[in-house]
């Protein structure tokens, strides 16, 4: 089975994100660059922002939509849907493709959600990885590295995560989906979890993206804070083995 794909979009959602998305929007571009066609839309969801995260996505070639929702699902649906808009394709010939705006994507991170769309793969679920962080401690790491691949069988690892930094989707599919729900977390799993029962689902580790190991959330529960957990996890596991925990 194969597919046209007429256009690509990329939808960016960003809670006072001025500092991280000058290197999230070129790594971006980059890859545009690299997919070469079909045309590219790429959108930044500046959302509640108290800081210049929207003058920046402007002066980093992107698009901007500002909503003022606080929500990582509505910031992210706001994105597609001026994506798509701007866009103006059919949405069974347009590939949505989903980052973060403390993500840096590979430079073939655009061919690879691309040629996997014209396979006629209607959603791509993708993985990521941590990037050094000052306040990401090694024993988290390791935490963090044991739980996420843990069943890893090699090349072809059908992994089981989900996430937005890493997600691409038909248009058609994700209509059909219903969208990015508006939940201040775990919108990309929610996503995944409506898509119809027919719907060609690859899970693939093949082109990872790079995402920033800081421990201070954007968005409660969401990828920091679980780092955070596995942190404060890891401390107490230390003071167990040290003997040295209260009585």
């Not at 809670?15 to 929007?25: Q, T, V």
């Not at 066609?37 to 003058?55: K, M, N, W, Y």
């Not at 090694?138 to 069988?153: I, K, N, S």
């Amino acid at each position: 089975m194969t597919a046209t794909i007429g256009a690509l979009v990329v939808a960016v959602p960003a809670h006072d994100e001025a500092a991280n998305l000058p290197a999230a929007l070129r790594s971006v571009h980059r890859a545009r660059r690299l997919a070469a066609f079909p045309p590219c839309t790429v959108v930044v969801a500046a959302d509640a922002c108290t800081d210049a995260t929207a003058a920046t996505a402007v002066r980093h070639g992107a698009d901007v939509v500002e909503v003022a929702h606080r929500m990582a699902g509505a910031a992210r649906a706001a994105a597609v849907a001026r994506a798509l808009e701007l866009c103006g394709t059919r949405p069974e010939e347009t590939w949505i493709a989903t980052t973060d705006a403390d993500c840096q994507v590979p430079p073939d991170w655009l061919a690879h959600h691309l040629h996997h769309a014209r396979q006629g793969w209607q959603c791509l679920v993708g993985t990521v990885r941590i990037a050094p962080h000052p306040s990401l401690a090694p024993p988290v790491r390791a935490l963090h590295d044991a739980h996420y691949f843990a069943g890893c069988d090699g090349p072809g690892w059908v992994h089981p995560h989900v996430h937005g930094a890493n997600l691409g989707i038909r248009a058609d599919t994700y209509l059909r989906a219903g969208g990015f729900p508006s939940v201040p977390y775990g919108e990309d799993h929610a996503l995944v979890t409506a898509l119809p029962p027919d719907t060609r689902v690859l899970r693939t580790d093949a082109c990872p993206v790079t995402t920033s190991g800081r421990t201070t959330p954007r968005a409660p529960h969401g990828f920091g804070a679980f780092l955070r957990a596995l942190g404060e996890r890891s401390e107490e596991v230390a003071t167990e083995r040290s003997g040295s925990g209260p009585l």
